[in-house]
């Protein structure tokens, strides 16, 4: 089981709050990744990181930010929530290769 | 409720018998492909993975076939169990040395009793 962490797991919010959902990893892996999916569909990149203050977006278009001030701590983003930005979230960290997944965070936009 | 899974082929076994779930990339320049696991609720877990210079990498009840000439791969489980039910990805990574990886639509697996 690898030692990656996501927070919170589930989220209800309004539209038009900002949120952070948190990313943290214990591996030391330089690199952290963010991934979006909606219910029994592929998982599409929104950010990726190498290492720290590397940011880099995906291929999927998002109105989120990502930072990564510390190697362990990957913190995405939302200025202002939409309800289209329904969807889970996945934080994965990694080694030269083999990616290692958070448990996701639910949210859900109203 | 949620719609999970109506989106995503459904591959259905008996216990006990073999399972082959099959991946189509797209990219014939990809040189490394994973396999991940993904039970409801949780986030997806590593497999097996395989480089392009390979065409078979066996696991501990996996298999993992890559064949470049139709871009076509393949996750074999052995003696399938319930265990097992979950959603399969595979994932390339689209440029090598990116670490970047583009996962394809995965396939349910039912393992029935």
């Known amino acids: 089981e690898a030692d990656i962490y996501q927070t919170p797991r589930y989220l209800v919010i309004g539209t038009g709050k900002k949120i952070t959902l948190e990313c943290s990893q214990t591996?030391?892996?330089?690199?952290m990744y963010w991934y979006q999916q909606d219910p029994g569909m592929e998982l599409h990149l929104i950010h990726y990181?190498?290492?720290?203050?590397?940011?880099e977006k995906g291929d999927l278009s998002s109105e989120s930010t990502v930072s990564r001030i510390r190697t362990e701590h990957f913190p995405l983003t939302l200025e202002s929530a939409r309800p289209s930005h329904t969807s889970q979230y996945l934080c994965?960290?990694?080694?030269?290769?083999?990616?290692?997944f958070g448990p996701g965070t639910r949210l859900l936009v109203l | 409720g949620e719609s999970v899974g109506l989106h995503l082929p459904t591959l259905s076994v008996q216990e006990g018998d073999n399972s082959i779930i099959n991946c189509a990339y797209s990219n014939s320049a990809s040189d490394y492909f994973i396999w991940y696991k993904q039970e409801s609720g949780k986030g997806p877990q590593f497999i097996i993975d395989i480089r392009s210079n390979m065409d078979k990498r066996q696991g501990q009840r996996v298999t993992v076939l890559l064949n470049k000439t139709v871009k076509h791969l393949s996750l074999q489980i052995a003696a399938t169990q319930p265990g097992d039910s979950a959603v399969y990805f595979c994932a390339e990574e689209g440029t090598s040395g990116t670490y970047k990886y583009i996962f394809g639509t995965g396939t349910r697996l039912k393992v029935l009793a």
């Open positions: 990181s190498y290492g720290v203050n590397s940011t």
């Open positions: 591996m030391g892996h330089d690199k």
């Open positions: 994965a960290s990694g080694t030269v290769e083999t990616q290692y």
